[in-house]
């Protein structure tokens, strides 16, 4: 079993910061890319960022310059260091991991974190 718990969501005024961290748990192989997406009611999943192991990262057009994904290899952790942050932003956060375990260890499967609530007011 493979678990993804996230902390680190709340409520911050415009042009604040927050930071999300994410953190993979269980039998675990390997893991290639981690990131973040984001919901709206109403709205589709919207991919934020992503960071491979090696460490290339890719950004949404609309998060770009303000956002910065991180990770950790050994610590299976990844991070999401929001900054000038808008009203637009407010949205439910879900961590992602493509994960191999050791029951499966020729397949990649994508796991998902319970969600974190982000507020940004105006």
């Known amino acids: 079993q493979v678990q993804l718990v996230e902390s680190g969501g709340g409520l911050v005024q415009a042009g604040g910061s927050l930071t999300l961290s994410c953190t993979a748990s269980?039998?675990?192989?390997?893991?290639?890319?981690m990131g973040w997406y984001r919901q709206t009611p109403g709205k589709q999943r919207e991919l934020v960022a992503g960071i491979t192991s090696g460490g290339s990262t890719s950004y949404a057009d609309s998060v770009n310059g303000r956002f910065t994904i991180s990770r950790d290899n050994a610590k299976n952790t990844v991070l999401l260091q929001m900054n000038s942050l808008k009203p637009e932003d407010t949205a439910v956060y879900y961590c992602y991991a493509d994960i191999r375990t050791w029951t499966s260890t020729l397949t990649y499967t994508k796991y998902w974190g319970q969600g974190t609530q982000v507020t940004v007011s105006s």
């Open positions: 269980g039998s675990i192989f390997n893991i290639n890319t």
